[in-house]
């Protein structure tokens, strides 16, 4: 099966530690935590679906981030899938159609890997430490 691969790369919260003050002075922006990159596997046929789903998450997600609310904040993640809300509507939607075209007609099949894929899109987007885990 061709896979429509997506690379998530999420930066570590910042480290409360102060940044490096000549780095600062010469505009860079330093972390001190790491970075951890993440790689999902999704399926060609519904890759074109749910690729708007996990660009809401990502701008949704960057435009509440502050005041103390990371990626992995419950509150965050509540308010951004209720933003983005339509957009997975219509990415299960597109998903579901898109299969059943290609003739795939499992019913409970088609659900299971639209709504398993959904879940890995949203935890790397939101809750990428939660993915490191295996949540």
Do not use: H, W
């Amino acid at each position: 099966m061709n896979l429509f691969f997506v690379s998530i790369v999420a930066a570590a919260l910042i480290s409360q530690d102060q940044p490096n003050e000549n780095a600062s002075e010469q505009g860079a922006i330093v972390s001190e935590g790491p970075v951890v990159s993440y790689t999902l596997d999704i399926p060609d046929e519904i890759g074109f679906a749910l690729a708007p789903y996990a660009q809401c998450l990502s701008d949704e997600s960057i435009e509440r981030q502050g005041n103390g609310r990371f990626l992995g904040n419950p509150s965050l993640i509540t308010e951004v899938k209720n933003a983005c809300a339509p957009v997975r509507d219509e990415a299960i939607f597109l998903a579901a159609t898109a299969l059943r075209v290609q003739q795939r007609e499992d019913i409970d099949s088609n659900r299971e890997l639209i709504f398993t894929t959904l879940a890995q899109v949203e935890t790397l987007m939101l809750n990428p430490g939660g993915a490191e885990n295996g949540n």
